[in-house]
């Protein structure tokens, strides 16, 4: 093997390593075709050579006196961080249009403040936390959200230096001469140093993505090969790599619960951003789904609808996220509103038995998708549909499933942001053994915490 290894290059030795990490042995006798399949994976990507953060002359570690200077200008900054992120993007992306691709106009100033304030809750999080950062770091916490975002966007490495020179002529400008070379330098090298932690761990959620089966990073060609309707204004939407592709014919390999993204360009300009949707194929298939709920108004929604036919091509990221199982094998109730119901389809599969309860609250019959998945699955079902007995509170939703599958359950909710935070607020009162909920759209631009109930850092950030 040593000796392919140094005939083939270093791909193979990656390679050999995800075989390690598998199992070796194990894997080699009891699924001789997999071990061959992981051999001899190259790794696909799109991304162009800038990659990773060596080189790029950015900080390992802070200063003790930087770390000093923020925790003390964090009072200053923090009733100015709104102010600071719109001026951010409204000059970054007056002079970068091409960065106008990362960003949902619907999201971002005139037409809304949600990016904005996104960014805002973030660097002030980032600041009262300085001292300790180990809050944001945490599994499946503000980071690693962020940086899997990151990644579903395609974002590398050089358009941190436009956030960092954009950022600090925002700061610049709001704070005036409050900001003296002292304190610049200070959040100039937080900045930094923050970049490098991201760029880092994305690095490293790229080299995972492609070492997947089916996996990739960076856009990737796809063929749309079936679209069906499944309610009213919903479709799936099933997407193959066509023939001639690094990753034909191949199974897809991601977690349950994950997003695609897709890019679609209605405008014929490039510009319009990929729109994030939860895979609802099952994790091994040779196609990746998602499902998209058309939306009054929503540019990409509405342009899959009415204009993707069949044969179409679009370009897909490969799927991140980190809204995923805790474990398969506890016990768990799930909880979704609208189209909120695309990550349970998987999560329904995974858990079997283990789903004490599934909730589900839509307007009607006819607008709610899976039903049929749902019923079939044999899993306790609790469906509350509001054109027929109106809105149902949270407060008495919680209630009645609590009632019906108790308090020690992992609890996984996606919907609405206000209805989530509502539900999740009722039930960590209930007293329920763990909540976990999802978010459309920016991460961090709700008054509660997008990741968990309990513990967010994030919490009076904004």
């Known amino acids: 093997m040593d000796r392919l290894l140094a005939y083939f290059g270093p791909f193979f030795q990656t390679a050999r390593a995800a075989l390690i990490r598998l199992g070796g042995l194990a894997v080699l006798l009891l699924n001789p075709k997999r071990a061959v ?3 001899w994976k190259r790794q696909h990507s799109t991304l162009g050579p800038a990659r990773g953060s060596a080189g790029m002359g950015l900080p390992s570690a802070m200063k003790p006196e930087t770390v000093d200077t923020i925790a003390a200008t964090a009072p200053v900054v923090a ?8 001026t951010f993007y409204d000059g970054m992306l007056k002079d970068h249009k091409s960065l106008l691709a990362y960003f949902n106009p619907a999201h971002n100033v005139p037409i809304s403040t949600l990016q904005p304030d996104a960014l805002a809750a973030s660097v002030v999080a980032y600041a009262i936390n300085i001292r300790d950062l180990s809050p944001l770091l945490v599994p499946k916490g503000p980071v690693a959200a962020i940086c899997h975002r990151h990644c579903a966007l395609c974002v590398v490495p050089p358009q941190y230096v436009v956030v960092h020179d954009n950022l600090m002529a925002a700061v610049g400008k709001i704070l005036g001469n409050a900001v003296t070379p002292q304190i610049a330098a200070a959040w100039s090298e937080a900045v930094l140093f923050l970049a490098k932690a ?3 761990t994305e690095e490293s959620l790229y080299k995972m993505a492609e070492q997947r089966s089916g996996g990739w990073s960076g856009l990737e060609t796809f063929e749309v090969v079936e679209i069906k309707e499944l309610a009213k204004d919903i479709k799936s939407f099933s997407f193959k790599a066509p023939r001639g592709s690094p990753i034909f014919g191949q199974a897809f390999e991601f977690t349950g619960g994950q997003y695609l993204s897709l890019k679609v360009d209605p405008e014929g300009d490039g510009l319009t951003a990929p729109r994030h949707y939860t895979v609802t194929s099952p994790p091994g298939a040779d196609h990746l ?11 990409v929604s509405t342009y899959l609808h009415e204009k993707v036919t069949v044969g179409d091509k679009v370009q897909l990221t490969a799927p991140f996220g980190i809204f995923t199982l805790e474990s398969a094998a506890e016990p768990a109730v799930l909880m979704s509103a609208g189209i909120g119901v695309t990550p349970m389809v998987n999560f329904s599969k995974a858990l079997g038995a283990n789903v004490k309860l599934a909730v589900h609250v839509d307007r009607a019959p006819e607008t709610a998708a899976y039903r049929d998945l749902f019923a079939a699955s044999g899993q306790p079902l609790l469906e509350k549909y509001t054109k027929s007995g109106g809105r149902v509170s949270p407060k008495e939703l919680v209630r009645e499933t609590v009632e019906k599958a108790g308090v020690g359950n992992n609890f996984y909710i996606c919907g609405p942001p206000s209805w989530m935070e509502e539900v999740s607020a009722e039930l960590v ?16 631009a709700q008054s509660g915490c997008p990741f968990k109930t309990s513990g967010c850092p994030f919490k009076g950030a904004a």
Do not use: M
């Open 37 to 39: 399949a992981i051999l």
């Open 79 to 86: 009733p100015r961080a709104q102010d600071i992120t719109k």
């Open 198 to 200: 991201c760029i880092d």
């Open 289 to 299: 789904q998602c499902t998209v709920k058309k939306i009054q108004g929503g540019k």
């Open 429 to 444: 009162k209930a007293g329920a053994k763990s909540v976990e909920t999802e978010v459309f759209g920016s991460q961090l």
